[in-house]
């Protein structure tokens, strides 16, 4: 792990890295991801070609353009990212979830480069992107105010970040946490700490200061019994995605 990984939890990072193999069971301990996933894809298609005039229908709609995937776990966000063309570099603390995401995507022909290391260490490389997503991580790092410094370091200017976490409400603490891992045991009891959990504010504000503008926010709907998500602009009481744009100075 790099010695500049002050964002990094360790208690975190080894319950995740401890289940590394499951990553690709879409039954298994992340199967709630693998459920998500097509909805946080489509959503970040449509917001990147929107902002960059793009058309959504086009088989390679991403062609050409970079794609930081922060926190990228086993790569189940970047392989189908890549898929639309994107050039997508992924990151994680965990260097177990880098290796089985590196074997994946090798064993499905894609291109995608694979990094153990922490997004704080990653700036001091000078890379910057089209676009940053940072899905389902943020409340599990150490430090979310170095993170987001990180994001937008990392963003070229007019670029986008998108992050897909969980609000901090009494929907979440009922939903999220007791019945999703201790009741429906959807997801490995211990997987959220509901005080980590951050309301959009806490990312927007700070965003904000940082030099971006809010592009986009949208709260998330699940359908347990058909196991897919929909986007629900006005239910942000639970999941949701927010897209930042990078003012360009």
């Known amino acids: 792990m790099p010695q500049n ?6 208690e975190e990072i080894a319950k995740f890295s401890s289940r590394a193999d499951a990553w690709w069971d879409d039954s298994g301990a992340f199967a709630p991801l693998h459920d998500i996933t097509p909805l946080r894809i489509g959503y970040i298609r449509d917001r990147i070609c929107t902002s960059t005039g793009r058309d959504t229908s086009s088989p390679l709609p991403l062609n050409g353009l970079s794609l930081l995937d922060v926190g990228c776990g086993g790569g189940l966000a970047s392989e189908p990212l890549a898929r639309l063309g994107a050039h997508v570099e992924g990151i994680d603390a965990s260097e177990e979830n880098i290796t089985i995401a590196r074997i994946h995507a090798e064993r ?11 997004a704080e260490a990653w700036v001091e490389k000078s890379m910057c992107y089209d676009a940053v997503i940072a899905l389902e991580m ?3 790092v150490a430090d979310v105010q170095l993170l987001l410094s990180s994001l937008v370091q990392l963003t070229k200017p007019n670029g986008l970040i998108i992050l897909s976490t969980i609000n901090r409400t009494l929907s979440s603490l009922l939903l999220a946490k007791y019945t999703a891992e201790y009741i429906l045991r959807w997801v490995p009891r211990g997987t959220h700490d509901w005080n980590r959990f951050l309301r959009p504010s806490e990312l927007i504000m700070p965003l904000e200061e940082l030099g971006c503008s809010l592009e ?12 897919t998500w929909e ?15 990078k003012i360009d100075h």
Do not use: F, Q, W
């Not at 990984?5 to 360790?10: I, L, M, P, S």
């Not at 986009?216 to 196991?227: D, E, I, V």
């Not at 239910?235 to 744009?245: E, F, T, V």
């Open 138 to 140: 943020i409340e599990h």
């Open 108 to 118: 499905m022909g894609l291109a995608i480069d694979y990094h153990a290391t922490t």
């Open 5 to 10: 990984a002050r964002t990094v939890d360790e």
């Open 231 to 245: 986007l629900a602009p006005d239910a942000l009481s639970m999941n949701y995605l927010i897209c930042m744009k």
């Open 216 to 227: 986009h926010m949208s709260g998330m709907r699940y359908a347990p019994l058909a196991r």
